[in-house]
């Protein structure tokens, strides 16, 4: 069975996209795995440039098949930021909490009391070996706006602050499975598993078969 690394360390993250890609052909394996390996600079201007990004730097240090992903939230009032930055929005040791009053400050100081926004989610994938291996690629978006306030404790990230009108309650307040029918990274991940499903990757096994002889 061919290795796919899930090239993340956000605990949040990986628990969708275990579940998102549970019962595909292969064996997951997670950056814990290459505990020495350095991440990349993210030098993307756009969340697709950062996911293919990583899926080639991941994949051609591991050796194996990779699949990366970029994502964040889009708010209109604030000319789309966090945006790309959104992980490291407010500075890379800021909480969420500390993350969402300065959005809410923000959107005060443009006099806005919310605004439509979205979350996106890019995603690559890439083989190992020298070169740009990037054998897929997708993007799913979610529409919603700015709660007046945050509410709830599920999901992680921006969910407590992102209001999704079909659910008439914010993401942080949805369940796993109502989130993962809808959201941005199940999108992208449902789009990738038909890809992953459908493929025939004996040339892949092939190519790992060869680098490891």
């Known amino acids: 069975m061919l ?8 605990r949040g993250k990986l628990r969708e996209i275990e ?3 549970d019962g595909v052909p292969f064996s997951l ?30 994949a051609r240090h591991t050796g194996h098949l990779t699949v990366a992903e970029d994502s964040g939230l889009e708010i209109d009032a604030l000319d789309g930021a966090p945006g790309v930055e959104s ?6 040791g800021s909480s969420y909490p500390e993350k969402f009053t300065l ?4 959107l005060r100081a443009k006099k806005a009391v919310t605004s439509a926004a979205r979350f996106v989610c890019a ?10 291996n990037v054998l897929f690629e997708t993007r ?7 709660a007046p306030e945050p509410k709830g404790s599920g999901g992680f990230g921006y969910d407590p602050i992102f209001y999704y009108p079909p659910f008439g309650c914010t993401l ?14 199940g999108q992208a991940f449902r789009t990738l598993r038909t890809y992953l499903t459908t493929h025939d990757f004996s040339d892949v096994a092939s190519g790992l078969s060869q680098t490891s002889s």
Do not use: C
């Open 123 to 132: 995603l690559a994938l890439a083989r190992g070996g020298p070169g740009n």
């Open 87 to 92: 992980a490291r929005f407010g500075g890379a």
């Open 172 to 185: 942080g307040e949805a369940n796993p499975e109502q989130k993962a029918a809808v959201s941005h990274r």
């Open 3 to 10: 290795r796919l690394v899930v090239a993340t360390t956000n």
């Open 29 to 58: 394996a997670t950056l814990a795995d290459w505990p020495g390996l350095a991440p990349p600079e993210e030098t993307g201007r756009t969340f697709a440039e950062n996911a293919q990004l990583k899926a080639v730097y991941y």
């Open 140 to 146: 799913g978006t979610a529409q919603g706006t700015i």
């Open 19 to 21: 579940m998102l890609l």
């Open 103 to 106: 959005i809410y400050d923000a």
